[in-house]
């Protein structure tokens, strides 16, 4: 989804949860080398298969002129907004309620050809995160829920409150990589019912010892995140993006992915190697695109961004 909050990488000391700090509006991140590396032309086709709130999608679609544009989300809300703000595009858009993890259905229903261009952004949207009743932020009391579809069956509360302590513990410590993972679950089943997301929060801050110090996260950012992952799938449905996503490109067509932490972006480098190895696609940044200072300075969400790139083969 377009990215307006930077999901940071467990591991490091930065968050996939929002802390204090000032938000900017909605901005899409590395915008420019997104459309540089996409290589945008007037009649090509693309994919944008994380839509979110429509800023990549806008860009694209402002350089397209009998090319088309399907974007892809698995939030309505998203749709819903997205639609209305880019419904000046017309028939160049295509917008379909989906997973990114079923590309290649939702690309052929479109009835589009295989396209020039894939466009992943990994990271949270803010019509997720400032929305207190969809449970993503602990920063407002909320319901513990964090769906990006609401119609799915499982929320983060269900986990909270009926998963057992070593599955709860190992969450936090395989998606969210925290080191007080038992500790954390412990307090969590002994506090149960737990039903409000700045509940939850307390809870995990009062299970751990502080941390302190000028970049020190909020003590229950990597909880909040690895339950969002679990109960999104996230990671499961990333892998069957990257299995699926070089069948719906043309050869010379180039998919583009914007990770935000260390879980999402090793999965797309050792997919790129895999694919370069087999002689499927070619792996177009030697280095991980990193926004620069000026962006960071614009929009300090984007300060954890991972842009990677790679081009189909003819013969892949």
Excluded at 50 to 76: A, F, M, N, W, Y
Aim: glycine share 10%; hydrophobic share 40%.
């Amino acid at each position: 989804m377009d990215n307006d909050d930077a999901q940071h990488e467990p591991g490091t000391g930065e968050s996939g949860v929002p802390h204090l700090e000032p938000r900017p509006g909605h901005i899409p991140v590395l915008v420019h080398e997104v459309l540089e590396y996409l290589n945008v032309r007037p009649e090509g086709n693309f994919i944008d298969a994380t839509l979110g709130g429509g800023g990549h999608s806008e860009e694209i679609l402002k350089l397209l002129v009998s090319g088309r544009l399907l974007s892809v989300d698995l939030d309505p809300r998203a749709l819903e907004i997205a639609g209305q703000k880019l419904a000046s595009f017309g028939g160049k858009l295509i917008m379909r309620h989906g997973n990114f993890g079923q590309i290649d259905e939702l690309h052929a229903a479109s009835g589009l050809p295989p396209v020039d261009g894939v466009l992943a952004d990994l990271g949270l949207s803010s019509i997720q995160l400032d929305d207190p009743f969809r449970g993503f932020s602990f920063n407002s009391p909320g319901a513990i829920d964090m769906r990006m579809d609401p119609g799915s069956e499982t929320t983060a509360a269900d986990l909270v409150n009926h998963a057992d302590e070593r599955e709860l513990a190992d969450i936090f410590y395989n998606l969210g990589e925290e080191r007080h993972s038992r500790r954390i679950a412990r307090a969590i089943v002994k506090a149960r019912p737990i039903r409000s997301s700045t509940e939850l929060a307390q809870v995990v801050t009062r299970a751990i010892p502080s941390r302190t110090g000028p970049h020190q996260i909020h003590p229950a950012t990597r909880t909040f995140m690895s339950l969002r992952l679990a109960t999104n799938k996230e990671l499961e449905n990333l892998d069957l993006f990257l299995d699926k996503v070089l069948n719906v490109l043309r050869p010379g067509g180039r998919v583009v992915i914007v990770s935000f932490h260390s879980l999402e972006d090793r999965r797309v480098k050792q997919a790129f190697r895999r694919w370069q190895g087999e002689g499927r696609a070619s792996v177009l940044t030697r280095k991980v695109v990193r926004p620069g200072e000026a962006e960071v300075q614009i929009n300090p969400r984007a300060r954890s961004a991972k842009l990677r790139v790679a081009e189909k083969r003819g013969l892949a």
